[in-house]
C-alpha cells in the first residue's frame, strides 16, 4: 500500500524496556520526522532525518535514538523507556526543495504507547 | 526560537457561518507554512501548504493566507459543516518544524 505506516499502533511497555516504532513510507520522500503529541504540550517534534544516514535532533531528542539506513525507514528507539514518555507518537514524510509543493508533508496514523 | 500561537483555542458556531481561524509566529525565516486537521484519536490530515514566497493557496471551501512581515497565517473556512469539526493545527518549517496548540472547531447542526 502506498503511503506512510506506522507499527504497531499500541504498544504497553514497563519503565525500562526497550522499544523501538517503526515508520515506513513508500513515497521515497527524503525527510523523514518523528514527533509526540501530548496534552499541554501539542505536538513537538523529537527527531527528523533529510536522508539516508543523515539525522537531526528536534525539540525534545533527550531518550530517543534514530537511525535511517535506508531511505522509505525511520525507527524510533526508547532505549529505556519512563512514563514521562507515555504519549502518541507520529512519523511524517516530505520531500523538499525551496519553493515547492513536495515541501508537503504527510503523516501516520500514530503509535499510541503506554509506559507503566 | 520559534513561537506559534493559535487563537482562539476553541470556536463553535453554527453551521453555514464562515469562519478564519488564527495562526502567528514570532520568526519570519520560514520555509512554508501548513495547514493540518486533526480528528480525536486520529493522525493528521494536510489540508494546505503555503511556500515562503505565497500569499495564499486555496482548496475547496479553504483559503490560507501567509504575512511574513506581520508573523500572521489565517485560515478561512467558507459555509462551515459539521464535518469540518476538528482540530485546525497550523506548522511551520524552518530549519525544523514548530506546531501550534491548535483551534478546536466544533460547528453546530
Known amino acids: 500500500d502506498a503511503g506512510i505506516t506506522q507499527s504497531p499502533r499500541y504498544k504497553i511497555t514497563e519503565t525500562g524496556r526497550q522499544v523501538t516504532l517503526m515508520c515506513h513510507q513508500t513515497?521515497?520522500?527524503?525527510?523523514m520526522f518523528w514527533y509526540r503529541q501530548d496534552l499541554g504540550h501539542g505536538l513537538r517534534l523529537i527527531y527528523y532525518?533529510?536522508?539516508?544516514?543523515?539525522?537531526d535532533k528536534g525539540e525534545v531528542p533527550d531518550g530517543y535514538v534514530v537511525s535511517r539506513s535506508k531511505t522509505e525507514n525511520f525507527p524510533l528507539t526508547l532505549e529505556s523507556a519512563t512514563r514521562s514518555q507515555t504519549s502518541v507518537y507520529f512519523c511524517a514524510s516530505s520531500g523538499f526543495s525551496r519553493d515547492s509543493s513536495t515541501n508537503e508533508q504527510f503523516f501516520g496514523p500514530g503509535t499510541r504507547l503506554t509506559v507503566l | 526560537k520559534q513561537e506559534v500561537t493559535q487563537i482562539p483555542a476553541a470556536l463553535s458556531v453554527p453551521e453555514g457561518e464562515n469562519l478564519v481561524l488564527n495562526c502567528s509566529f514570532t520568526d519570519s525565516a520560514i520555509y512554508n507554512l501548513q495547514w493540518f486537521r486533526q480528528d480525536p484519536g486520529k493522525g493528521l490530515t494536510s489540508l494546505l501548504l503555503?511556500?515562503?514566497?505565497?500569499r495564499e493557496q486555496t482548496s475547496g471551501r479553504l483559503n490560507a493566507s501567509l504575512d511574513k512581515s506581520s508573523g500572521r497565517s489565517t485560515l478561512y473556512i467558507a459555509a462551515s459543516q459539521p464535518g469540518d469539526s476538528a482540530t485546525y493545527l497550523c506548522?511551520?518549517?524552518?530549519?525544523?518544524?514548530?506546531f501550534g496548540a491548535g483551534t478546536r472547531l466544533t460547528v453546530k447542526p
Open positions: 532525518s533529510a536522508a539516508a544516514d543523515i539525522t
Open positions: 503555503i511556500q515562503s514566497s505565497q
Open positions: 506548522a511551520l518549517r524552518s530549519n525544523d518544524m514548530r
Open positions: 513515497w521515497s520522500h527524503s525527510y
